[in-house]
Every structure is written in C-alpha cells, then in structure tokens.
C-alpha cells in the first residue's frame, strides 16, 4: 500500500515562510499531477495548487504571489514554498498525486500536515 509522505508543516508568525515536502513511500508506476489542498476548522477541502508532469501549475488565487509549487520527477517529490504567510492560511494540508498504470487511474492523499500561522 503507497503512502504520501509529508513533511514541513508547523507554527510560524504571519509573514514566515514555511516548505512542505511530500513523495510517496513506494513506488508509483506514472506520477501525473501532483498537488496540495488544505482544509480548515470548518471548512470545505480547497484546491491551493498543482502541478502536471511537464511543469504546468495552477494555483488558488488566494496564493497566488506568495506560494510556489515544484516537483522533482525524479525524486517523485513535490514541494510547497510559501512566503508571506497569514493567518487565514492556518489549515492541515494535504498532498494530492494523481497516478495512472495503462487505462487505470489512482489518487492518493497524504496523512496531512498543520500548518499554523500566528498574527
């Protein structure tokens, strides 16, 4: 059974930056796109961005300026930077990978990471 594997959450003050990391335990035989969401107290799960296998992103307006998404295809490792953090991005976040072997497609989400920002 593959896990998503994250990594970098935490408590940081408005205007910190923090990076997540997330790969998966084992191997996935196509990585297609890979992603982050977050959810918070109260609310409904929410795209924040991903990324396709040749590199194109989209991102929630909300972060758009201050967060970037990459991945390292080799690594099947897709990472988070977010700056200029605020308080309204308090959330557990979660990673997203979209994965497919011949016709069949498979969606994985990682166990969550909190993310919590201070005013």
């Known amino acids: 059974q593959v896990q998503l594997v994250e990594s970098g959450g935490g408590l940081v003050q408005a205007g910190g930056s923090l990076r997540l990391s997330c790969a998966p335990s084992?191997?996935?035989?196509?990585?297609?796109?890979m992603g982050w969401y977050r959810q918070a107290p109260g609310k409904q799960r929410e795209l924040v961005a991903d990324i396709t296998r040749g590199g194109n992103t989209n991102y929630a307006d909300s972060v758009k300026g201050r967060f970037t998404i990459s991945r390292d295809n080799a690594k099947n490792t897709v990472y988070l930077q977010m700056n200029g953090l605020i308080p309204e991005d308090t959330a557990v976040y979660y990673c997203?990978?979209?994965?497919?072997?011949?016709?069949?497609?498979?969606?994985?989400w990682g166990q969550g990471t909190q993310v919590t920002v201070s005013s």
């Open positions: 997203h990978v979209n994965a497919s072997l011949f016709t069949k497609s498979f969606a994985y």
């Open positions: 084992g191997s996935i035989f196509k990585i297609n796109t």
